[in-house]
């Protein structure tokens, strides 16, 4: 039970780290940018919040007895370039996180191995949750590699600064070990 515990409390902390990875990347751009796609085949920063909300709400609603893929869900339609401001924007991104996040914080520990179903196919929950934290974090990806592509000026490094691995990795050794998600500094920095 207490490796169920510590999995929760990490893939919350994982999905908390590439919520705020997207928003400090989102947060670098002007509003404008947000809409750009550079061709057909690809995705603005937009329609992949879009996407991503219409996955979470679709998944995440009532996901231990309904299956993920809901019959309101239109996955196309979420690729359309239709909203309209960075405040749209916004609101589809955190309604589907407050989802997630709402059924994450509802789960027992127990019903980690639990059988859900997304497109008829069974899944346990925890196959379900690393499921969607590979898909999430994909995506996450690609707006942070976009959002580096479209900024103009200097870019705020999310992550270790170019040439300054060896100066990170002398901070981290200079520490005592420790038991802790790597989230945990990462978050901060984020956040600082």
Not at 8 to 30: C, D, H, P, R, V
Not at 118 to 147: C, D, K, M, P, T
Request: with cysteine; proline share 2%; net charge negative.
């Amino acid at each position: 039970m207490e490796a169920n515990i510590l999995y929760l409390e990490s893939a919350k902390k994982q999905f908390l780290y590439y919520k705020t990875l997207s928003e400090k990347a989102m947060e670098q751009l002007a509003p404008e940018q947000l809409f750009i796609f550079p061709n057909q085949d690809s995705n603005s920063i937009a329609a992949i919040v879009k996407h991503l909300s219409g996955n979470m709400l679709s998944r995440w609603t009532d996901f231990m007895t309904t299956d993920g893929e809901k019959e309101w869900r239109n996955r196309d339609a979420e690729f359309d370039n239709d909203l309209e401001t960075k405040e749209s924007i916004l609101l589809a991104w955190n309604k589907g996180w407050d989802c997630l996040f709402d059924a994450l914080n509802s789960l027992q520990p127990q019903q980690l191995s639990d059988i859900i179903y997304i497109r008829n196919e069974g899944h346990s929950v925890i196959e379900a949750i690393n499921r969607q934290l590979a898909h999430y974090s994909y995506h996450v990806g690609q707006i942070v590699f976009y959002a580096k592509q479209l900024k103009d000026g200097s870019w705020e490094s999310l992550s270790i600064p170019k040439n300054k691995s060896i100066s990170y990795n002398a901070g981290k050794f200079a520490q005592e070990k420790s038991i802790k998600n790597f989230t945990d500094d990462e978050l901060k920095n984020l956040n600082n």
